[in-house]
């Protein structure tokens, strides 16, 4: 892994960068915002257009040598062209959209850095409390406070009751199939990335997920979670992996901060 990524300078910029992109989205968040809703009925706010333009344009002039693959702009981008980026930034600039809308203050800014299809390096920040997460796997995790970087660890060993992520806008019957598989547990509902967040704290220790997400949904949070000693990985044991497919759909997931945990056993009726 070259120097060059791992650039204390350089992380610090694009941390400022996220803060920047959330102060953003707070200005519309206080407003009286209109939503419209793109080609898969998702919706858009001008919160989304505002921090994809703060992001997009202050990374090109902090890395004008590094692409960037960002939700409100991916459309633009071939897939050939795509593929062919050995690193790239990979971006959510408001992740949690239907939060957002809801007013419940579940959502983030994510921005990660990609090398050779491996996650290195990625911040999530929530503009509503303030709070930032940034780290990677050969880096650490860390929650910012006040300036200060506190590391994170995930909970391990994790003893029951498990407490399992469950998404607000996508809790599905195979999401509660495998749930009920676990044996005791402790639901939370919690949107966006924020779930990652959390198992990386040691607040929650599981977030299973069926069904399609986008790279920019996981990349940024996958590198938080595995700077705590998580992992993300797919049904068959497989750390996830970005920018390697014509597709930029993920499959299913799980997130663990306890990897040992028995999750082939979940996984196992699904």
Known sequence: MSAY???KALREEVIVLAQDAAAAILGIYESDFAVQHKDDDSPLTAADLAAHRCIVEGLARITP???????????????????????????????????????????????????????????????????????????????????????????????????????????????????????????????????????????????PRFGPTNEWDTAAGQCVLEGAGGAVLDPQGRPFRYNQRDTVLNG????LGDVSLPWRDWVAGQ
């Open 65 to 207: 040598d590094i692409p960037v693959l960002s939700e409100e702009s991916a459309h633009e981008v071939g897939v050939g062209e795509r593929r062919g980026w050995h690193r790239l930034w990979v971006v959510d600039p408001l992740d949690g959209t239907r939060e957002f809308v809801k007013r419940n203050g579940e959502f983030t800014v994510n921005i990660a850095l990609i090398e050779s299809g491996v996650a290195v390096f990625g911040i999530v920040q929530a503009p509503v409390t303030g709070q930032l997460w940034h780290g990677g796997a050969t880096l650490g995790a860390f929650h910012r406070e006040r300036g200060s970087d506190v590391p994170l660890h995930v909970r391990a060993p994790a003893t029951a009751p498990l407490r399992v992520a469950a998404s607000r806008s996508h809790r599905d019957g195979r999401t509660q199939a495998f749930i009920d598989r676990m044996g005791e547990t402790e639901p939370l509902g919690l949107g966006s990335s924020l779930k990652f967040c959390r198992i990386a704290e040691g607040g929650l220790d599981v977030y």
């Open 252 to 255: 299913d997931f799980i997130a």
């Open 5 to 7: 990524m791992l650039d």
